[in-house]
């Protein structure tokens, strides 16, 4: 095998795993696209020591660590991955193809926004999806919540800690009467109707306008997104997918495949930038374990055989 194990997505979570494995004196290889979730955020949030750093920072640091402990790194697309005795194939878009004993997918998710005229242009700048990763630089501000899914009540009373000044836009007929009082009691104002377009000025978020011609000012937005997982690869191997679309896996991060974990947002759509680190790592551990099995099995059946 060219690989103990290889890593595709080179995030949070692979180059977590990357280096815990690296350290374990695993040749691993890491194949990443260059095009992380997070990359128009300007900083990042609730990573212990590394709170207000650029993204872009974070994975130029692990980078540098990985290969610090002989780790291989390359700018990449994994295009299929084939089941081979107890390893694997993994073709590149390059036209390479390498082999590895194990693998660990951390593809992530891609976010599919609501079709409103303006809205993707503001992403992750003041059009924002998670109140613990950006809920702080918007404290006190006019702040309003798309609404439209059954998560979008409990989610604008999350955002309700960050500022007094807080809207819900929902569709008409959207609300029950109970989660009108719940708003209500905590000063949530209601927007009922259907948007028109968001509105800018100075390269700054202004408001919505609403397709009655209403005009609702705003500093910032907070949009829950859909998740989408990056999970063709997993499909494509034959891993066990969810009714909501998502692998399963076991407590670990294994997939439903021997010999494959996943990690980070392609395995968990909620986890953060350090939660997803902290995946990588237990799959990695797990990983590492499993090759241990492997390698004792494979002693004993060469020491077994007289050599």
């Known amino acids: 095998m060219d690989y103990d194990v290889l890593i595709v997505g080179g995030g949070a979570a692979g180059l977590s795993a990357a280096l815990v494995l690296s350290r374990a004196r695993r040749k691993v290889l890491v ?4 095009a992380p979730r997070n990359a128009p955020a300007s900083h990042m949030h609730g990573f212990l020591s590394r709170d207000g750093l650029p993204p872009a920072e974070l994975l130029s640091l692990g980078r540098d660590e990985v290969e610090g402990y002989g780790g291989e790194i390359i700018v990449g697309a994994v295009t299929e991955l084939v089941p081979a005795g107890s390893g694997f194939w993994v073709l590149l878009s390059d036209g390479r193809r390498v ?21 993707a242009d503001r992403w992750a700048r003041d059009v924002l999806h998670c109140p613990y990763c950006h809920g702080y630089e918007v404290r006190d501000q006019q702040l309003g919540v798309v609404g439209g899914s059954p998560e979008t009540v409990r989610y604008t009373q ?17 609300l029950t009467t109970l989660q009108r009082s719940e708003l209500v009691a905590r000063s949530i104002g209601l927007v009922e109707g259907n948007f028109s377009r ?27 997104p859909r998740f989408i997982p990056n999970n ?29 974990w996943i990690a980070g947002n392609v395995a968990n759509p909620r986890a953060q930038v350090i939660t997803a680190a902290g995946e990588g790592s237990a ?15 494979n002693a004993v059946q060469a020491f077994n055989m007289g050599f």
């Open 198 to 224: 968001i509105l800018t000025e100075d390269d700054q978020l202004r408001g919505v306008e609403m397709d009655d011609g209403r005009v609702i000012q705003r500093d910032a937005l907070f949009v829950p």
């Open 232 to 260: 063709d690869l997993l499909v494509g191997l034959g891993c066990e997918i969810d009714q909501t679309g998502w692998a399963v896996k076991d407590g670990t991060g294994q997939t439903t495949v021997p010999g494959v």
């Open 283 to 297: 799959a990695a551990m797990a990983i590492n374990a499993d090759l241990v099995d492997q390698d004792v099995r």
């Open 99 to 119: 082999s590895a004993r194990r693998l660990l997918v951390a593809t992530g998710l891609r976010d599919e926004l609501p079709t409103i005229p303006g809205l």
């Open 158 to 174: 999350i955002v309700r800690q960050w500022a007094k000044d807080v809207v819900l836009f929902v569709p008409a007929g959207f």
């Open 31 to 34: 194949v990443d696209s260059g």
